[in-house]
């Protein structure tokens, strides 16, 4: 009986999603080479480490410590420029922490009877990720019939704590920061000759070389080795090289894991780090979607014109 629920559930989720597709966007480098397909750079003692894969792509980068000194990064002379514009990482903010607690009297007497099913996220699993990070989703079932009655009595509480963003961030000897301020995307790339409500088995691309790429995009980086070291700037460049768009059961898979329990987690088939994802339906917007090259028809004379990128 249990597992016919978990089934249903995921019948039911899979179904919600019969009309979404999503867009794999690839990242290609004119500078760095890959690493366990990570783009790296490492000079032996800075290691700096890109894994795009997020909705909209993941701009930011991890800093690893290869030194016996501490590594300061210059936030304030450290900038994501995308397509010439320039974005600062340092913003100078202030986070505040809160923290609340009420207990209250209660007492209730009833019936509970029915069935419920919840989709839930579990702990850490060994060598399961999900959008490329650790972790999992299952889908339970329970039914019950009992009476209930409680007392509870309790005390309000509150506390806060405020903290304010560096200009500059120590990075121990043997130890690495990760620094994440910007998506690469809003929106998916159209391409005139590209469907976006493709098949089932049946995905459908384009790839572009640097000077046609809709998105360069780099990261200004300055640090320095120990304390009164000379600040060094790296530049990592970037461009989208190309794109696919799928129907959601080409790249969303259902997988089983678990030890005592079964646990059923949905994965990206196509996880890379070096590219990321857009989700759409059939009713998107081209309004502010990013255009790729192609040709349109000019409806007051017939003729045909090319899309330019933005």
Partial sequence: MKLKLILACVTLLMTSCSKTYYQVVEVKSTNLQKENSNYVYNDGVCKIIYNFWSRGGNAG???ENLSDEVIYMDLGNTFYIKNGVAYDYYKA??????????????????????????????GVWRGITLD?????????ASSQTSFLTSYAISEGSSSSLSYAEKPIVAIPPHASKSFSEYKIMTDIIQDCSVNLRVKKNNPEGQTFDESESPINFENHITYRVGENATAKVVTN???IGGFTNYFYKDILKVRRAGCKKTVLKTVFDKYAPDCFYMRYNQKHSRDYSLDATGALKNSSDGSYYTVRKQ
């Fill in 93 to 122: 903010r202030s986070y505040g922490i809160g923290k609340s607690s009420q207990i209250t009297k209660v007492k209730s007497k009833g019936i509970s009877e029915g069935i419920s099913a919840s989709a839930t996220a579990y």
């Fill in 237 to 239: 460049k970037f461009y």
């Fill in 61 to 63: 980068f991890r800093v």
């Fill in 132 to 140: 490329g990070y650790s972790g999992s989703i299952s889908a339970q």
